[in-house]
């Protein structure tokens, strides 16, 4: 048995040998298969590192708008190292169906954007003017006759846009209030609104009280109030819930600490915002009871 068993015994060793010596036997096949890599999470890089888009209610021309944010944006960037493109648009009805849309990241919004918002995009405001209120105003140029709201009945009436909450709808519902009849004139932008009373293309026009404090001294001087609405919450910077929690949270900080600072606070008077506060939802639900839903003229979305 032990002389059969030797002839086998040497040929399973030269088999072994031979298959050491031609690499045929490897270490990985004596130990377990490598773990895979551990996946990139990409999401969470292009959280960080994605360019935000900002939009602006136009309520001033495009050049204005653009000259008053960029240098806020880049300030913003530069305090959070998110990135900012801002997103034009001419008139507010366009703002209104890009907004309706959820086209922006982050936004400069009226405060009844914020009430259509809640049902559509739901986007959550940051910040807000915690100094002044929101204002409509209606104005006549300085040596006009016209005193009072009863004294536009029957008479042609500028508003930037249909839907533009002070300028507009305010404006509007008090109108409609003291049984007025007038016809109505769209111009596009606050400013337009003014220049057409200062120039008196009309006689009347609407508009909010903190863009006839920004605009140009030789206008503001051509121009009258005879109306103010009464106040409510100011215009928000508002962010779409898309937008992560950390990221909401790391812009509105930033604001609120670049608004103590004096320099930063030259940039903010031009928008205008008095003082840079936290906003928070419940602030803009009392506008429901204006409902001011019956003076809305509903736009389609392309």
């Known amino acids: 048995m032990v002389l059969f068993l030797k002839p086998l015994l040497l040929m399973v060793c030269l088999v072994i040998v031979e298959i050491l010596q031609s690499g045929r036997f490897q270490h990985n096949t004596l130990c377990a298969a490598p773990l895979p890599p551990v996946p990139v999470k990409s999401k969470q890089i292009l959280r960080e590192t994605q360019t935000y888009s900002f939009g602006v209610v136009p309520q001033l021309e495009q050049r204005r ?21 801002m ?32 049902d559509t995009q739901g986007y959550i405001p940051l910040v807000r003017d915690g100094g002044r209120s929101l204002k409509g105003i209606i ?20 508003f930037p846009s249909a839907n533009a909450l002070g300028a507009s709808l305010l404006n509007k519902s008090a109108l409609d209030m003291q049984k007025i009849q007038y016809q109505t004139h ?29 605009q140009k001294q030789q206008i503001k001087n051509s121009l009258r109030i005879i109306y103010q609405s009464p106040p409510v919450t100011p215009h928000p910077i508002s962010a779409h819930p898309r937008v992560v929690k950390e990221i909401r949270l790391k812009v509105k900080n930033a604001l609120l600490e670049m608004s103590k600072s004096k ?3 030259n940039y ?16 803009y639900m009392s506008l429901r009871e204006l409902h001011l839903e019956r003076l809305y003229i509903s736009e389609k979305i392309n």
């Open 65 to 85: 708008i653009y000259h008053i944010w960029r240098p806020i944006l880049d300030e913003l960037e530069a305090r959070t190292n998110i990135k900012f493109k």
């Open 87 to 118: 997103i034009g648009t001419a008139k507010i009805p366009d703002f209104t169906r890009k907004f309706l849309k959820g086209e922006f990241d982050f936004v400069y919004m009226n405060p009844y954007h914020v009430i259509q918002s809640i």
């Open 139 to 158: 104005v006549v140029s300085k040596d006009s006759k016209l005193k009072t709201l009863n004294d536009l009945q029957g008479l042609t009436i500028a």
């Open 186 to 214: 769209y111009v596009q932008t606050h400013s337009s609104v003014y220049l057409h009373i200062a120039k008196k293309l009309y006689q009347a026009g609407g508009g909010i009280l903190s863009t006839l404090i920004s």
């Open 263 to 265: 320099h930063f606070q």
């Open 268 to 283: 903010l008077n031009k928008i205008p915002i008095k003082k840079m506060t936290a906003a928070t939802i419940d602030e």
